[in-house]
């Protein structure tokens, strides 16, 4: 069974990462190398769960 797309928090993001740390987020962001986030109008940023999926999996064998 799949889960359904969500919008997800950064806060969230990081939790599904395992407790990766919101400044190592935010330099991933800088570098280019985190998933692809969504900006809202309020600033705040959001990630589809299928973006975070898709991200985790181009990343396997990276190391």
């Known amino acids: ?3 359904r797309d969500e919008l997800l ?3 969230q ?3 599904e990462l395992g407790g990766v740390s919101r ?3 935010y330099r991933w962001r ?3 190398n ?3 986030c969504i900006q809202l109008p309020n600033h705040e940023l959001r990630v589809w769960r299928s973006d975070l ?3 985790l999996d181009s990343r396997r064998g990276i190391a």
């Open 53 to 55: 999926m898709s991200w």
């Open 9 to 11: 928090t950064v806060a």
């Open 30 to 32: 800088e570098l280019g």
């Open 13 to 15: 993001v990081l939790d």
């Open 34 to 36: 985190a998933p692809v």
């Open 1 to 3: 069974m799949s889960r």
């Open 23 to 25: 400044r190592t987020f």
